[in-house]
């Protein structure tokens, strides 16, 4: 059974810091692309930031330069890191695994609120 355990949400002050953590477990995950969506209210989901297996990174232009993703292989974790937060980052953020293309895993998702 494949599983992602988030973590780190929670609520910040625009211009604060959050890092975002996914642990993944019952696959492989050394050779999966990653990746970190995020979805507000009444807006659709969309792709905030993607890592390959050979650590080739995207990210939405909206977070080009505040955040980071990473990935510890030894940890079977990614991270987010997400800096200058502003109350637009507030939504519930969901990590997601690719194995191969038409095997997609998600997480539970975790919430990120933003006060101004």
């Known amino acids: 059974q494949v599983q992602l355990v988030e973590s780190g949400g929670g609520l910040v002050q625009a211009g604060g810091s959050l890092r975002l953590s996914c642990a993944a477990s019952?696959?492989?995950?050394?050779?999966?692309?990653m990746g970190w969506y995020r979805q507000a209210p009444g807006k659709q989901r969309e792709l905030v930031a993607r890592?390959?297996?050979?650590?080739?990174?995207n990210y939405a232009d909206s977070v080009k330069g505040r955040f980071t993703i990473s990935r510890d292989n030894a940890k079977n974790t990614v991270y987010l890191q997400m800096n200058s937060l502003k109350p637009e980052d507030t939504a519930v953020y969901y990590c997601?695994?690719?194995?191969?293309?038409?095997?997609?895993?998600w997480g539970q998702g975790t919430q990120v609120t933003v006060s101004s």
């Open positions: 890592i390959t297996s050979s650590g080739n990174t």
């Open positions: 997601a695994l690719r194995a191969f293309p038409g095997a997609d895993y």
């Open positions: 019952g696959i492989t995950f050394r050779i999966s692309t």
